[in-house]
């Protein structure tokens, strides 16, 4: 491997996120507890410069260390929007985590690293390197589900999002090993050069691409491999499910499209055939569970996953399309979706985590009941990202859904899409039964234990950019579909 | 024709920036806010009316921006003689809405004005639109709105109606999102309607087409085995809602029929049009049966709308300038008159909170001007000659004539039988012996109110007594529609040849030589 100082300097937004990591692990000790907002705002300034790096970097291509990393605009698509739902955690932990009395600097060196961890799975060309971003996203996002060390279903969300991370994550070893077997190599161009003339039927490359999908749909939470998500998502602090259910989902994504379209491109007729039967199990399991659920964060748990499916959608098009446009337009349908997804899913959680009973989340569908009464202004935006989630337009919800059922149509999936449209149209009826309990119900008389919300001009800030990003895309979503579109074009 | 004023945009932003404007406005002047903008709305929309030129068949006051690059999508809005008189409809429609809601809304009257004004931004943009992705993003973005007129405005058993409303109609429209995807890539990847509207589609595949925009369109309508959730929706919506859902959105229904389904997919429109006819004629009975049956106002209205839909649906399948002529002035007719007697029961429903008919009878001697009105407004309802609904129904069972001789004839049970429901309801309401209990309520008519129904009574006489100023001006219109539908085939035999103009597509897509049934 050669190695050069200029490749320090292409990877200098995520050199910038560690360094600010360990600072913050190294401060927090030393600082009082009056002046650890000064973690969330240095975690903050340094997104900030990052997302400006990797905005400059959107239109050179580059790789370093030897082909390991490689710095193009699809990498610099996801490593910005990630970089983005990052900061909105950071701001939503600042309040929560005052309000949930978790006391823990430390909380933002968890963010920072886990982000890292990210950012190098979306840019990473080598199947190792894919998989040490994955370890180093799940090992601090399974330190940060159980932080709330004094209730057990933390702790629980946290053993179980470890026992299976770690299983899934041997899966996907074990598939990277066969590969590597096969072919000789872990990078993904070579692996693409070495299975070019393979005979698709080839068991070795065939249980390699099962593993590797098994593997990756641990971490998509698919079905059936969603089995974590409910009592994750559930149990962990709400500020860092919504981090989970949009970060690390679309890290997963990012890497997962690099991995099965630039490095087993060829098999394709093989995986696009796995991942059609997850994606309608995903699509029928996730909607008709989330019907039933009277707890809000494992409704919208189920409803990720369900989302998920849609996505999923756009990679199955991507494999069966027969045409080199089919085939972006479906990359570029994930993109878009994840990245619309992003706003709606974050905003949501954010007014869940709002949502106090007695010092308690106030997570039950029932403690809705009445909210546009109250807070009039909370509950519209409440309905505007559920309006948004049912993928109803105008809303960014639509325009997601929107383009990835035209990638299935363009791919020849007509009965796909028809499928999943029926599914999204039965997902409305849980999406507006929140609407319901929010308008249509009197709240009870107030008294101390009634669920009130909190406020802060950091939750502020988080919930305009959420449903800004809704509104805006979901009426002029121009912009983001052209970045979407040219950040595919560097892709392959 | 081209205007360079744009009419329309203002149209559709008007009532959405004043739905902006009430959240900031003081809670005394919320309505009379929302008044003024429906009125200035109303206002803006009559010169359309004038400037209107009734000779060509094309789309005009034309505005077009690109909207989204990949794929290409517009911003592309226009009126032809077709949906015309529905947006003025519409735009006359809202202040009356307003109005009657003055006092009978107590409760986030703020919401409610707002919701009132989204609506009708979103309902002017569904006619309005010639860009099939901006006519589905309007289509859709109606339903939260209407949803929330119901559910939270309505009555006792509203959340259920609600929902099911909403349902069924999201069902119905995501297939119509999937049918609109297929075309584009069907008919040369676009999604403009004046286009699509000229392309031509593969017989096998307009069968598809034709099935799912029947989801959507037939659901709306709604059509005879799809209507179970209007009666329920008629019903517990508020007096606003009922109408805008009577006299506005039922007609979306029929105008995607006669927009999309029969001049983008003619040869399936033929081959579906014997289904098509039997099913309308069975919603004409059924609805009036089920109207005879009705003990409260309400439903009985709103079954006797499923029967008078079904006079839209039947003209609209004959295939022959009466029928659809019939059918679109059917749809005006009817926002007109069932708008009005919804706001009749409205008025009655503010008095004596009942909308049974055995509660409110004999109202003559106590309000007799209301009597009058309402009696007014049966009669149309029930096709008498000289109001407005007659001249519609007239026209699509002439139109169904030439069709059907035996269609012909069972439609017209439907009016025999609207005869029936209509006058004994009459008879019941207006000229029965009032309940001694309910008499104190009665106070007849004050000026809002009477300010709210008058315009829709001079409606009902002016349409029925002069009904050509509508007809010339969707002449041109109906016949570029049947331009497409012309093409002979072997579904149908009928002879209107003399009305119809050459088919324009005739030479330029040599793939309409393409297999029929």
Known sequence: ?492 | MTHSFPWLTLLIVLPLAGAVALCFAKDSSVRLIALGITAANLLLSLPLWWLFDSSSGGMQFNETALWISTPPIHYRLGLDGISLPLVLMTTMLMPLCVLISWRSIDQRIRSFMAMLLVMEGAMIGVFAALDFVLFYVFWEAMLIPMYLLIGVWGGPNRIYAAVKFFLYTLVGSVLLLVAILVLYFQSGHTFDIVQLSQAAVPASLQFWLFLAFFAAFAVKVPMFPFHTWLPDAHVEAPTAGSVILASVLLKMGGYGFVRFSLPMLPDASMAFAPLMITLSIIAIIYGAYMALAQADLKKLIAYSSVSHMGFVTLGLFTFNIQGIEGAVMQMVNHGITTGGLFLCVGVIYERTHSRQIADNTGLTTPMPRYATLLVIFALSSLGLPGTNSFVGEFMVLAGTFIWSKLATALASLGIILAAAYMLWMIQRVAFGLPSQHMLSALRDLDRREMATLIPLVVLVFLIGIFPNPILTRMHASVNQVLARTSVPTAATAMRADDQLLPAPTGGDFPAMETPRP
Not at chain 1, 38 to 49: D, E, H, R, V
Not at chain 1, 322 to 347: K, P, W
Not at chain 1, 398 to 418: C, D, R
């Open chain 1, 1 to 492: 491997m050669t190695f050069s100082p200029g490749d320090l300097f292409l990877i200098l937004p995520e050199l910038l996120v560690i360094t600010a990591a360990c600072l913050v692990l190294v401060l927090d000790p030393v600082l009082s507890s009056s002046q650890k907002d000064g973690l969330a705002w240095l975690s903050l300034g340094t997104l900030a410069i990052c997302m400006g790096l990797i905005a400059s970097q959107m239109n050179h291509a580059a790789s370093a260390f030897g082909g390991i990393v490689i710095i193009d605009a699809y990498a610099c698509f996801w490593k910005l929007l990630l970089c983005f739902v990052a900061g909105l955690t950071v701001l939503l932990s600042h309040t929560y985590l005052r309000e949930e009395r978790l006391y823990f600097g430390e909380y933002y060196g968890f963010v920072l690293l886990s982000l890292s961890g990210m950012m190098v799975m979306v840019s990473a060309a080598d199947l190792l390197t894919i998989y040490l971003g994955t370890e180093l996203m799940s090992l601090s996002l399974y330190v940060m589900a159980g932080l709330k060390r004094s209730e057990p279903r933390s702790l629980e969300a946290s053993a179980k999002y470890f026992v299976l991370g770690a299983f899934s994550s041997g899966i996907l070893l074990y598939g990277i090993s066969l590969l590597y077997g096969a072919t000789g190599s872990t990078r993904l161009p070579a692996i693409a050069a070495a299975i070019a003339g393979r005979s698709l039927d080839d068991p070795l490359l065939l249980a390699a691409t099962v593993l590797l999908a098994v593997g990756f749909g641990f971490k998509l939470a698919v079905v059936p491999f969603h089995m974590w998500t409910p009592d994750v998502y559930q149990g962990a602090p709400t500020s860092v499910t919504a981090f989970m259910a949009v970060a690390s989902k679309a890290a997963s994504f990012g890497a997962f499209l690099r991995v099965f379209v630039e490095g087993l491109g060829s098999l394709k007729a093989n995986w696009s055939a796995i991942f059609l039967l997850l994606c309608i199990a995903t699509l029928v399991l996730g909607n008709i569970v989330a019907l039933v659920q009277t707890n809000i964060k494992r409704m919208l748990a189920y409803s990720s996953i369900a989302h998920a499916g849609y996505a999923l959608i756009g990679v199955v098009a991507a494999g069966v399309a027969g045409t080199q446009t089919g085939e972006t337009n479906g990359i570029t349908a994930v993109m878009l979706y994840l990245a619309l997804y992003a706003f709606m899913t974050f905003g949501a959680f954010t007014i869940v985590a709002m949502l106090r009973k007695g010092g308690l989340d106030g997570d039950e569908i029932e403690d809705f009941t009445g909210l546009a009464a109250r807070h009039p202004l909370a509950a519209l935006l409440m309905l505007v990202f559920m309006v948004s989630l049912a993928g109803i337009p105008p809303t960014a919800g639509f325009i997601g859904k929107f383009y990835v059922f035209m990638a299935a149509v363009e791919a020849g999936l007509t009965w796909l899409a028809v499928l999943a449209l029926v599914f999204a149209a039965i997902s409305a009826y849980y999406y507006l039964r929140i609407i319901m309990v929010m308008y249509m119900r009197e709240p009870d008389p107030l008294t101390a234990a009634s669920p009130r919300l909190i406020m802060s001009p950091a939750l502020s800030i988080v919930l305009a950019c959420a449903v800004a990003g809704v509104v805006f895309f979901g009426l002029y979503p121009g912009p983001l579909v052209n970045l979407a579109g040219h950040a595919v074009l560097t892709f392959k």
